[in-house]
C-alpha cells in the first residue's frame, strides 16, 4: 500500500497476536446473507440447523432516517435474523428503492453481503468518523424502531465485503417479529 507520492505508508503495530495498534472495530456480531428469496435461504438454513427465525420488514414505517449513498432515500427490506452462539446470522432481501442489498444481487448474486462489529461500544458519531478517516463512508443507513441505528460502510473494493455497525441501546427489547419461521421457540 503507498500513498500518492509513492511513499510506503506505515504498517500499524503488531500489539498482541489478535491486536493492531489501530484496532477499533472490536467483536464481530453478525453475517448477512443478501438473497432474492428470504424464505428460500432461511429453508436451506434451518436444513442446516440455524434457526428459529425471526421475520421483520425494514421500511418507512419502521425505519427513519434512511439514507443510500449520501442522499435520503426509501427502501425496504426483509430482514431476517436467527442467533447462533453469540453470533446473529441474518437474512436480507431487497424489497423496492434503492438499496446496497439490491446492488450486490445484481453484481455477485446471492451469498454473504456483509459483516457488522460492535466497535468496541464507542458512542455513534466516533464510529461513523473512524471509518470515515480511514476512507469508509456510509453507503446506506437509517434507525430501526426509533432506537437502533444502523451504519453500512463502503469496504467492499478494500475488503471483498461490506462492513457494518449497529447500536442498539442498553434494555432494548425487540418488538415482535412479523412470524417466526419454522416456529416460534417455547418461550416465545
Given at each position: 500500500?503507498?500513498?500518492?507520492?509513492?511513499?510506503?505508508?506505515?504498517w500499524p503495530a503488531v500489539?498482541?497476536?489478535?491486536?493492531?495498534?489501530?484496532?477499533?472495530?472490536?467483536?464481530?456480531?453478525?453475517?448477512?446473507?443478501?438473497?432474492?428469496?428470504?424464505?428460500?435461504?432461511?429453508?436451506?438454513?434451518?436444513?442446516?440447523?440455524?434457526?428459529?427465525?425471526?421475520?421483520?420488514?425494514?421500511?418507512?414505517?419502521?425505519?427513519?432516517e434512511q439514507t443510500y449513498?449520501?442522499?435520503?432515500?426509501?427502501?425496504?427490506?426483509?430482514?431476517?435474523?436467527?442467533?447462533?452462539?453469540?453470533?446473529?446470522?441474518?437474512?436480507?432481501?431487497?424489497?423496492?428503492?434503492?438499496?446496497?442489498?439490491?446492488?450486490?444481487?445484481?453484481?455477485?448474486?446471492?451469498?454473504?453481503?456483509?459483516?457488522?462489529?460492535?466497535?468496541?461500544?464507542?458512542?455513534?458519531?466516533e464510529r461513523l468518523a473512524?471509518?470515515?478517516?480511514?476512507?469508509?463512508?456510509?453507503?446506506?443507513?437509517?434507525?430501526?424502531?426509533?432506537?437502533?441505528?444502523?451504519?453500512?460502510?463502503?469496504?467492499?473494493?478494500?475488503?471483498?465485503?461490506?462492513?457494518?455497525?449497529?447500536?442498539?441501546?442498553?434494555?432494548?427489547?425487540?418488538?415482535?417479529?412479523?412470524?417466526?419461521?419454522?416456529?416460534?421457540?417455547?418461550?416465545?
Open positions: 500500500m503507498t500513498s500518492a507520492d509513492s511513499t510506503p505508508e506505515p500489539v498482541s497476536a489478535t491486536e493492531l495498534s489501530n484496532s477499533f472495530l472490536g467483536g464481530l456480531l453478525e453475517i448477512c446473507f443478501v438473497t432474492a428469496d428470504h424464505r428460500r435461504t432461511m429453508e436451506g438454513l434451518v436444513r442446516l440447523g440455524i434457526g428459529p427465525w425471526r421475520i421483520y420488514t425494514f421500511d418507512s414505517s419502521t425505519v427513519t449513498r449520501g442522499k435520503a432515500a426509501d427502501f425496504a427490506i426483509k430482514v431476517c435474523f436467527a442467533d447462533v452462539g453469540q453470533l446473529a446470522v441474518e437474512i436480507m432481501q431487497p424489497l423496492s428503492g434503492p438499496s446496497i442489498f439490491a446492488e450486490h444481487l445484481a453484481r455477485h448474486g446471492e451469498g454473504i453481503h456483509h459483516v457488522a462489529f460492535d466497535i468496541e461500544r464507542r458512542p455513534w458519531d473512524t471509518f470515515a478517516r480511514r476512507g469508509f463512508p456510509v453507503i446506506q443507513s437509517g434507525r430501526f424502531n426509533h432506537q437502533n441505528a444502523f451504519a453500512f460502510f463502503d469496504t467492499e473494493d478494500a475488503t471483498g465485503t461490506t462492513f457494518e455497525t449497529y447500536d442498539i441501546p442498553p434494555g432494548y427489547v425487540w418488538p415482535q417479529p412479523e412470524a417466526w419461521f419454522p416456529a416460534p421457540p417455547p418461550d416465545a
